[in-house]
């Protein structure tokens, strides 16, 4: 409370103030060796006040009340500094203030696990991946353990513990002028506010061989023709597609022009949010918070306002946004409660939860045999996107043919490319309950100071018509 | 050395004798004061600051290695630290190539080159100040933006007697001003606030945005084209990490070859961070003093960024390129800068071209491969097209798919521009001094907007 009252004794009409404590260990290893193990504690406190409508925001390493009280005199300085240059009047939705605590599920804390095992586990697998003759074989693990405690001006006293994992492998094989990737389970792994036990689900060394002749086979492979045709995606390519161009276009900050110098804007205008088509009919979108195991839950946002589900695209329509307690006001909308920040010394900011598509009736055994003429690609290999998240360019790991409903030849270097609303305008299948995994993004780079955001996105195969596909340089 | 400095090689010094004989350690302690100030819609929407220190700790007993690193500086967090570490690194396999320990070794300029005492104690109004004058510039059209200032002061202790210290100052305005026919970008980076001119940006940024004719959509397709400064920093971070670092030659994920003319002969590139144009710390991440590290020479590759890793394995010295995390990255050239041939004014390149587009600014850039560094990325902040010499209306941004490798290859840069400035990396790993490049040819692949 030292940093909130530190701030108010300055001039605050509103503070709040947020103690982080993060351990964090990871590991790497590359070709039956380990490359890096690091083991990292974090610890402070952030505080942010509100004077007429300018923010100020100041941290400190210093876990001390004195050292507290005088971040709050300085956010608060910073403030009444960011009124050089005013905005227009700015509250904050109202957000009930509660006294709770939460905790993520964990079963065996990772922390506690003999790193022993852990390096047998990266050293195995990345001996295997290498066998299948490709160069290059490289697998990592991370755990974060928060802590972190935030009060409020207005009463909110809220503890929260996040344990967060996870893993994952990659094999490269070095060609004549190119180089080709296979990763297991996707490019970034797998990860969610889970334990140990998801490293343990995640089967590296029963996959490890398959990536590595994968990767090989992928040098002599076809390249992608680029036509433009049927495309089906894997769950886990489709989570990068809602992440880049459903979750980043639908964040209230960059509609409201907060982020247009960096991270940019959005084609979303508010004014249409109800009516506006983003996509088919089977296209249901929403942001759930409250997933248990996945990357972007939590009990509370870095605000105080509980983790909930929120609709962001129902039908094919576009009907929320994600939010936090002062950009929800501006856009006369209720607090989504969607606002945090990656360490103890960063502002909060709009953050994606679990954006997530949800499942249909169909499923990828169907969708292949439902398509006489088209291309199948998984594995996010590369991905860009302008700065109103309208038009994409995705590149794959891998590719296969699809001819008279049945899975073809494999081809490398596949890439896609479309705009936004067309694009999912043409998704006609959807894959069902059973296909359906939480993937987990741990490096979502947006604000500045740039924060890295860990977020989730429920995924399934789906199937997309008329799509250019295999651009090349 | 300064009373920070002091203060921060006595936690180094502790933490290398609580480590004691038990095994070979570098440590490097930081303190770093930042405050940004962003503004968008023409008003400042957040301002903050923070301040820290932090210990990174690295140790290697017995050729078993580890790292920790904590933000706790008092006895009992730096014995948890040297604790952590030594217990972590007793479970590792040995490392057979661990090249060892940096030797000692002075610095080669000042450590204090880059630091501005005035720059270390700006505050969030000196900032505002700056933001102020460049939205006053943009004559009332919307604007967004950010100004920073940033001090780090920096030591490295290492038990083979290593001991080396440096201190930085960094600034930079950034910010566009908008307007529904294009936006313009305008920014400054130094190391000094009395650097940054908010009102001259402000401007320059105006008069892209606020004096241009309807935007033109424009056919896929090549074209000759002029690169601001900013697209070719831009490229340069993608040229550093995955061309010119020694572990991704080693590895065969590179296309730099050594003693091959791979790129254009107008072209020079190098890395200085002891150049005062550049702004940055006196050594690597390691602990080797930084030094000038030729890369291309009249587009001839001539060296690579080697940390100790790297150089022990192709048997040469440590170039002083080690990074953070660099036992999963390689080492990694942060302060480039690229120039040769005749500065040509960007009015003169211009009037050269027949047909093209005078492109301002980069987005959103990755790579398809790393080997031909293929990558995509969009255009923004301003692209024109350019017919029989004269700047023409605005064209809607573009989607690209280009190796900027083959752009500025053998035969494809038709002029060098004499605008250099530091501008920021694509890839957000660092600054780069860059000069404007005109191109025979740039791949672009579509419309942004459809």
Request: aromatic share 6%; hydrophobic share 40%; net charge negative.
């Amino acid at each position: 409370m030292a940093g909130v009252e530190g701030a108010l004794a300055a001039g605050a009409r509103y503070a709040d103030a947020r103690v982080m404590i993060r351990r964090s260990e990871s590991m790497s290893a590359q070709n039956g060796h380990i490359e890096g193990l690091d083991q990292r504690e974090q610890a402070g406190v952030g505080v942010r006040a509100l004077i007429g409508s300018s923010w100020g925001f100041f941290a400190t390493a210093e876990l001390t009340a004195a050292a507290a009280r005088a971040a709050g005199t300085v956010a608060a300085e910073t403030a009444k500094a960011s009124a050089l240059v005013p905005g227009p009047p700015l509250e904050l939705a109202p957000v009930e203030a509660v006294q709770a605590h939460w905790e993520s599920v964990c079963v065996e804390d990772p922390l506690s696990v003999p790193l022993s095992e852990k390096g047998d586990l990266l050293v195995t697998v990345t001996a295997v991946g290498r066998h299948a003759g490709a160069q290059l074989a490289q697998a990592h693990y991370e755990v974060w353990d928060t802590e972190k405690w935030f009060a409020s001006s207005e009463g909110a006293r809220i503890s929260q513990r996040i344990r967060e994992c996870g893993t994952g492998m990659s094999v490269t094989a070095i060609g004549d002028g190119e180089t080709q990737r296979r990763s297991y389970p996707g490019i970034r792994g797998q990860v969610g506010t889970r334990g140990w036990e998801l490293i343990r689900e995640i089967d590296l060394v029963g996959n490890a061989a398959r990536i590595g002749e994968e990767a090989v086979a992928l040098l002599s492979a076809p390249v992608c023709p680029e036509v433009t045709t049927d495309l089906i995606l894997g769950s886990e390519q489709m989570a990068l597609q809602i992440h880049e161009s459903v979750g980043h276009a639908t964040e209230l900050d960059r509609i409201l022009g907060w982020e247009a110098a960096f991270a940019g804007t959005s084609w979303l205008d508010l004014a249409q949010m109800g009516s506006l088509r983003f996509g088919s009919e089977l296209m249901n979108i929403t942001a759930d918070a409250t997933i248990p195991g996945a990357l972007g839950s939590f009990g509370y946002d870095d605000e105080g306002t509980p983790a909930r589900s929120v609709d962001i695209v129902k039908d094919g329509i576009w009907v929320g946004v994600l939010s936090g307690r002062d950009s929800a006001a501006l856009a006369g909308i209720p607090c989504g409660g969607m606002v945090r920040a990656d360490g103890h010394d960063r502002i909060p900011m709009v953050r994606m939860t679990n954006i997530g598509l949800l499942p249909g009736p169909h499923s990828l055994e169907q969708m292949i045999a439902e398509t006489a003429d088209g291309v199948m690609m998984d594995t996010n290999r590369s991905w860009s996107i302008d700065d109103r998240r309208l038009n994409f360019q995705f590149g794959c790991e891998i590719g296969w043919e699809i001819k008279d409903g049945r899975r073809g030849r494999m081809l490398r270097n596949p890439t896609y490319t479309g705009i936004s609303p067309q694009f999912w305008g043409s998704m006609d299948m959807v894959g069902g309950p059973s296909e359906l995994v939480a993937w987990g993004t741990p490096n979502c780079g947006k604000g500045q100071p740039m924060q890295v955001g860990h977020t989730g996105h429920p995924a399934v195969p789906c199937r997309f018509r008329g799509v250019r596909v295999g651009v090349r340089g | 050395m300064s009373t920070e400095l002091t203060e921060l090689d006595a936690i180094g010094t502790k933490v290398v004798e609580m480590v004691g004989g038990r095994a070979d350690a570098v440590v490097t302690v930081t303190s770093r004061r930042q405050g940004l100030t962003r503004f968008a819609n023409s008003f400042i929407h957040q301002n903050v600051g923070d301040e820290h220190v932090s210990v990174d700790l690295r140790v290697t007993a017995g050729g078993r290695s580890a790292g920790a690193s904590t933000t706790g500086v008092d006895d009992a967090a730096l014995r948890r630290l040297v604790g952590s570490a030594l217990d972590a690194a007793a479970v590792q396999p040995v490392d057979d190539d661990w090249p060892g320990l940096a030797p000692p070794s002075p610095l080669l300029v000042d450590g204090a080159l880059d630091f501005d005492p005035a720059t270390a104690a700006a505050g969030p109004g000196a900032r505002a100040d700056v933001v102020d004058n460049f939205v006053a510039a943009g004559g009332g059209a919307e604007t967004a933006g950010f100004c920073e200032t940033a001090a780090t002061d920096a030591v490295l202790v290492n038990s083979a007697g290593q001991r080396v210290a440096s201190s930085a100052t960094s600034a930079a305005i950034d910010g566009i001003v908008r307007s529904r026919r294009a936006d313009g970008v305008g920014s400054t980076y130094s190391s000094r606030l009395a650097d940054l001119d908010g009102a001259a940006c402000g401007a320059a940024a105006a008069s892209t945005a606020l004096t241009v004719g309807e935007p033109v959509d424009l056919a896929p397709g090549r074209y000759e084209v002029v690169l601001s400064p900013r697209c070719v920093a831009y490229m340069l971070d993608f040229f550093t990490i995955y061309g010119f670092n020694a572990r991704a030659v080693q590895e065969g994920r590179s296309f730099a070859s050594v003693g091959e003319v791979q790129l254009d002969s107008l072209l020079s590139l190098w890395d200085d961070a002891t150049d005062p144009r550049h702004v940055g710390l006196g050594f690597d991440a390691e602990g080797t003093p930084k030094r000038r590290l030729d890369l291309v020479e009249s587009g001839k590759v001539v060296g690579l960024a080697h940390d100790r890793r790297t150089a022990a394995k192709d048997g040469v010295a440590s170039t002083g390129h080690a990074v953070p995390g660099g036992a999963a990255i390689g080492a990694v050239a942060t302060n480039l800068f690229l120039a040769g041939g005749r500065a040509t004014p960007v009015e003169d390149m211009v009037r050269s071209v027949r047909r093209g587009l005078l492109v301002k600014d980069f987005w959103y850039t990755r790579v398809l491969d790393p080997r031909t560094l293929v990558v995509t990325g969009l255009t923004r902040n301003g692209v024109f097209l350019i017919e029989d010499g004269a700047v023409g209306p605005p064209v809607a941004n573009l989607r690209f798919t280009q190796s900027p490798v083959a752009a500025f290859g053998p035969g494809q840069v038709l002029g060098v521009g004499d605008d250099a400035v530091l501008a920021p990396g694509g890839l957000h790993t660092a600054w780069h001094h860059a000069p404007s490049l005109h191109l025979a040819a740039w791949n672009f692949t579509g419309g942004a907007s459809g």
